[in-house]
C-alpha cells in the first residue's frame, strides 16, 4: 500500500527537479548565495581584525580615536 504512494511521490520530486534547474528566478538565488558566500570575507571582514585593531589603538594612547572607533563600528 505504501510502495505505490512512494513511487509516484519519487516521480513527481524527480520531474519537479529537473523542470525548476530551468527557472531563470532559481539560478539567480543560486548564483547570488554563491557569490556572498565566496565574498564573505571581502565584504563582511573578520571580527578578529577589528578586535586587533581596537586593541592596538588602545594600546597607542590615542584614546579620542579609540572611542570614536568603538562608537562607529
Known amino acids: ?3 505505490p504512494f512512494w513511487h509516484s ?3 513527481k520530486i524527480h520531474e519537479t ?3 525548476s534547474m530551468r527557472n ?3 539560478q539567480c538565488v543560486f548564483l547570488t548565495n554563491l557569490i556572498f558566500q565566496l565574498f564573505n570575507h ?3 571582514p573578520s571580527s578578529t581584525l ?3 585593531v581596537n586593541i592596538y589603538m588602545f ?3 590615542n584614546k579620542m ?3 570614536t572607533s568603538s562608537f562607529v563600528g
Open 1 to 3: 500500500m505504501h510502495i
Open 9 to 11: 511521490r519519487v516521480m
Open 17 to 19: 527537479t529537473r523542470n
Open 24 to 26: 531563470l528566478s532559481i
Open 42 to 44: 571581502l565584504i563582511l
Open 50 to 52: 577589528a578586535r586587533l
Open 59 to 61: 594600546r597607542c594612547n
Open 65 to 67: 580615536l579609540f572611542v
